[in-house]
């Protein structure tokens, strides 16, 4: 880039030597910023356009796309299979990341008073934001396993209870893919928690505790409300992350994927199924173009409430 | 040789239509990656160009899961294979999407493919054509766990359906609870039991799954009391748990069930297998009646070999559709040689474990899918309502009888 400017200097050194410094330094930034912009272009937005684009077609990859409108689209809505996956995305998030928020932050609200042990415990909680989600997910697999190989109902059964099926039952599956996808995440947010409530400044406790306020108090009132920006972002982030969520889902009931009878369904492994297993391109594409506007238009909406309000 | 013979002399049969071409050809073999299946065809590549010094054949390979996906990206790039494996099941998508081209009768004569291979090579044939020829083909059996037949007292593995139920209850093991703690049978639809169901069960039942037509055809009494008998060996015999140790031959490797329906491509698994086990014909009806189900995976020639191309790319496609490729074949992967002579010699019908397998392909059938994966699905699905919601058999089947024939007409429209 910088040798293609160079080339372009010296070919009309007097039109580059006319231009005033800010002028120069403004052609600089724009061809800077014109990589990132360029390859955004190219890696991003165009195969998105073309996703919309597709979403209007036949495409099965091997034939030629032919435009059938909307098709795609009215065969999804009367799909009631869509309309459960669509449903089950929602759980993940609406269960997800309320719960993991809250287990993180009550975890990061002690664990900044522990003293003892503290890097090591932090790590724990860290570990399996490390662990691959594959391999986790194969473990929790094995886990809710039934007798006499699953750990649970093991245990279960040595305290006299019934043993469970949990990944086996359409009531059970979607929660029993949650907990180790809302454990996976926790190290994450509680770092990202831990970081917030150190940010603020300690002047505010002390004034606080001088005024006679209760640790009730002083988390509701000032922990709380300093962690906004901390909140903001862990929620759009986690969110994304929940109606997104595939991995933990596809390991976990690899047999029968989003089974049994799509319970755990996600959309994205909808989308993964009708693309590389059906090659119904078209179909999928506009899944992804449903996908996108909950995206959107869920982010649109917690910056929105969480707004800073000034 | 015999064979050999008969190879030197198709061979020479088709280097006469390459005269003239005497620099070297290459061409390009695809196939998915699978340890023996790799070393088998590496043999047959050296093999082959050791009979023909002026072709060379370049081996490609990739994951399953990706495999028909790169198929199908090279076609769009232009790049195809000249010789492609394909599953039998995919050949309605290879064919309309032009990823390969029929067979020449005058290099595969149609009546000699039909009178040597298998009958179940048909699934390769669309109109007058052949689209591509298996060099081994693959069916179901009863495999069992002799130790636990001991234990339980059991002389001789079941050779009806009654027989396996009496076996499964004799071998189940429950704790104090009721819960199974060793199956008698494993029940896996998402492994082999869909296959079994549909081509076993609801034909001994006296139904058939698919009419001529290609439509479901099992939404019947038939098909029902198939079901039935499947989901009673959970709900009724509580001789096996559908998601016992996951999968069915996970629970059979450890030794925690009795008996598990599955393929040839199994006993690579299983020989490693930490006790002694049989392998059995699929069990018969009270009539006497047996079926099973068998598939394969085929070799065709890509849409993209042409001139000098496509006749080294014929050259190679014969010799590795040949008796000697089929007991390579057969000795590095296990798997049972597709031509009729090749495979029913006394030898191997004798064998204890190629027997039972060879025995079934004779009256196999050879379900005709169009989208594998959804197809079993839908009988994945069926069997849920039925175990997990409650819902009776007959509604269950009516669902998944309307769920299949929907792809069926999604693929067929």
Do not use: C
């Not at chain 1, 664990?111 to 503290?118: C, G, I």
């Not at chain 1, 932090?122 to 699953?150: D, E, N, S």
């Not at chain 1, 976990?252 to 009878?261: E, F, I, K, Q, V």
């Not at chain 2, 869909?194 to 939404?219: C, K, S, T």
């Amino acid at each position: 880039m910088a040798s293609a400017t160079a080339k372009q200097g010296a070919g009309s050194t007097r039109f580059w030597d006319r231009l005033n410094m800010s002028t120069k330094r403004v052609i600089w930034a724009w061809t800077f910023l014109a990589l990132p912009i360029l390859f955004y272009a190219a890696i991003r937005f165009y195969p998105t356009f073309t996703a919309f684009w597709l979403s209007l077609t036949d495409w099965d990859l091997l034939r030629p796309a032919n435009f059938i409108g909307f098709a795609n689209y009215q065969k999804m809505f009367a799909d009631p299979v869509f309309w459960k996956v669509f449903q089950n995305t929602f759980l993940y998030l609406l269960v997800g990341t309320p719960v993991s928020l809250i287990i993180s932050f009550v975890i990061a609200y002690y664990l900044d008073r522990v003293r003892f042990m503290h890097g090591f415990i932090r790590a724990l909680y860290f570990l399996p934001f490390l662990t691959t989600a594959a391999a986790m997910g194969w473990v929790w697999r094995w886990f809710y396993q039934p007798l006499p190989i699953g750990v649970i109902n093991g245990f279960l059964s040595t305290i006299g209870m019934e043993q469970q099926p949990f990944l086996r039952s359409t009531l059970q599956a979607l929660p029993s893919i949650l907990v180790p996808a809302i454990w996976a995440g926790l190290g994450f947010q509680i770092i990202i928690f831990m970081a917030g409530i150190r940010a603020i400044p300690s002047t505010f406790y002390e004034a606080a505790k001088i005024d006679g306020l209760g640790d009730w108090a002083i988390l509701r009132k000032i922990t709380v409300p300093l962690l906004k920006p901390t909140t903001v972002f862990l929620v759009v982030f986690s969110s994304i992350g929940f109606l997104r969520i595939f991995d933990q889902v596809y390991n976990m009931t690899s047999n029968d994927p989003g089974g049994p009878l799509n319970a755990t369904k996600p959309i994205v492994l909808m989308i993964y199924q009708t693309a590389f297993s059906s090659y119904q391109m078209g179909y999928a594409a506009a899944q992804t173009v449903v996908l996108f506007t909950i995206l959107l238009v869920v982010s649109l909406l917690q910056l929105y409430v969480l707004r800073e309000k000034k | 040789m015999f064979s050999k013979a008969k190879i030197a002399g198709l061979a020479a049969g088709i280097s006469f239509l390459a005269l003239g071409s005497a620099q070297a050809v290459e061409i390009e073999y695809w196939q998915y990656v699978f340890d023996s299946r790799v070393q088998a065809m590496d043999q047959l590549i050296k093999n082959f160009e050791a009979a023909n010094p002026d072709i060379t054949v370049k081996h490609t390979t990739f994951p399953y899961a990706d495999y028909q996906t790169r198929v199908v990206a090279a076609k769009v790039a232009g790049q195809g294979p000249d010789v492609v494996q394909l599953f039998y099941g995919w050949l309605d998508n290879f064919v309309s999407g032009e990823l390969i081209q029929p067979l020449d009768p005058a290099v595969f004569p149609t009546a000699e493919i039909e009178s040597d291979f298998f009958p179940i090579v048909s699934a390769m044939k669309r109109g007058d054509s052949y689209y591509g020829l298996p060099t081994a083909v693959r069916s179901l059996a009863l495999f069992y766990n002799k130790a636990l037949f001991e234990e339980a007292g059991i002389a001789n593995p079941p050779s009806n359906l009654e027989e396996l139920l009496a076996a499964a209850e004799a071998t189940v093991k429950r704790d104090g609870g009721g819960n199974i703690i060793s199956e008698g049978i494993t029940m896996d639809m998402a492994g082999q039991d869909h296959h079994w169901w549909r081509e076993a069960l609801i034909r001994q039942n006296g139904g058939v799954p698919y009419d001529a037509e290609g439509n479901v055809a099992y939404n019947d009494a038939a098909g029902a009391a198939a079901l039935k008998f499947y989901t009673d060996l959970q709900t009724e015999q509580k001789v096996g748990l559908v998601g016992f140790m996951d999968e069915g031959q996970a629970a059979f490797r450890a030794g925690l069930a009795a008996m598990t329906i599955d393929g040839t491509f199994r006993l690579g698994a299983f020989e490693s297998n930490p006790f002694e086990w049989g392998v059995v014909e699929l069990p018969a009806d009270a009539n006497g009646v047996r079926s099973n189900y068998s598939s394969y995976f085929a070799n065709a020639i890509g849409a993209s070999a042409q001139g000098e191309e496509k006749i080294a790319a014929e050259k190679f496609l014969a010799y590795i559709s040949s008796p000697e490729a089929m007991e390579v074949w057969l000795d590095i992967v296990g798997e049972l040689p597709a031509r009729r002579d090749v495979a029913l010699t006394e030898t191997n019908l004798n064998d204890p474990i190629k027997g039972p397998f060879l025995k079934g392909l004779e009256y196999a059938h050879t379900t005709k899918f169009y989208d594998e994966a959804a197809q079993r699905q839908t009988a994945i699905d069926m069997v849920n309502r039925v175990l997990l919601e409650g819902q009776s058999v007959e509604d269950s089947l009516a669902q998944a009888a309307a769920a299949e024939q929907a792809i069926i007409d999604a693929a067929t429209k």
